[in-house]
C-alpha cells in the first residue's frame, strides 16, 4: 500500500497565495496522473487539475492562470518518493475548501492500475 500525505493547507486572505504539497510514502513502479481535487461540505469532490506521463495538465475554468500542478515523478515514477505540487495564487473565497491530492498508477509490475488518496488538506480563504 501507498499513503499520500498533503501539507500546505491553511488560513489566508483574498488575494494571497499557498503552496500546497502531497508526498507518496513509496516509489511507484509507474505513475500515470497526478491530480488535484477539491470537495467542501455537503458537495461533490471537484478535479482541480490533472496531470499525464507526457506532462500534459489539465485545469477547471475557474482557477486557470491563478494555479499551477507540478509533480517530480510524473512520468516514470522511479522517485523514492513521489511528490505532487499546486501553487495557488489570487487566491479568493470561493476557493475554500479541502483539497486532496491523487496519484493514478501502479505499485507493482503486476499491480492493477488505481487511483490512490490523500486525507485531504483545509484551505481558507477569508479576509
Known amino acids: 500500500q501507498v499513503q499520500l500525505v498533503e501539507s500546505g493547507g491553511g488560513v489566508v486572505e483574498p488575494g494571497g497565495s499557498l503552496r500546497l504539497s502531497c508526498v507518496a510514502s513509496?516509489?511507484?513502479?509507474?505513475?500515470?496522473?497526478m491530480a488535484w481535487y477539491r470537495q467542501a461540505p455537503g458537495k461533490e469532490r471537484e478535479l482541480v487539475t490533472i496531470m499525464d506521463t507526457l506532462s500534459f495538465t489539465n485545469y477547471t475554468e475557474s482557477v486557470k492562470g491563478r494555479f499551477t500542478i507540478s509533480g517530480d515523478d510524473a512520468n516514470t515514477g522511479v522517485a523514492a518518493q513521489p511528490t505532487v505540487i499546486l501553487h495557488m495564487n489570487r487566491l479568493e473565497p470561493e476557493d475554500t475548501d479541502v483539497y486532496y491530492c491523487s496519484i493514478g498508477g501502479w505499485l507493482t509490475e503486476t499491480a492493477g492500475r488505481r487511483d490512490y488518496w490523500g486525507k485531504g488538506t483545509l484551505v481558507v480563504v477569508s479576509a
Open positions: 513509496r516509489r511507484f513502479f509507474g505513475i500515470a496522473t
